[in-house]
């Protein structure tokens, strides 16, 4: 995991190899604003909602420092970066792989042996 607190927990998907991140900003407890640019280094400041539970929120772009969530609220979030979390000093232990794979943007293809 990237970041919880009481009411939010922040997870991401990543490949080495692929610009593309997906953050997982899920509220299990009362609507909140976080401010994920604060709390987590090297984050963009904005991100695309790709897919949320309140489906009005899907395809916005949301700023880094003031993601609004409900009770109950699920974001999916897309941004890219250079700078994969699994890579980070601060993330390596907090990173669970459950079996690797690489991307290749030469060939456009995901692999298992790298």
């Known amino acids: 995991y990237i970041w919880n607190d ?7 998907r990543e490949l080495d190899g692929l610009d593309q ?4 900003v899920l509220n299990f407890g009362v609507g909140t604003v976080t401010n994920l640019q604060s709390l987590v280094p090297g ?11 309140i489906f009005s929120n899907t395809g916005k ?3 880094m ?6 009770k109950g609220e699920g ?3 897309e941004y ?12 390596k232990n907090k990173c669970f792989i459950a079996e690797k794979a ?7 293809l995901l692999y298992k042996y790298c």
Not at 6 to 12: A, E, I, K, M, S
Not at 43 to 53: C, V, Y
């Open 80 to 91: 890219r970066t250079s700078k994969p979390f699994h890579m980070m000093d601060n993330f």
């Open 21 to 24: 991140v997906f953050m997982m």
């Open 43 to 53: 984050i963009p400041s904005e991100a695309n909602i790709k897919l949320s539970t």
């Open 6 to 12: 009481t009411n939010v927990f922040v997870y991401v």
């Open 75 to 77: 974001l999916i979030l």
């Open 65 to 70: 420092k003031t993601i609004e969530t409900q």
């Open 102 to 108: 690489c991307y290749s943007s030469v060939f456009n």
């Open 61 to 63: 772009v949301v700023n």
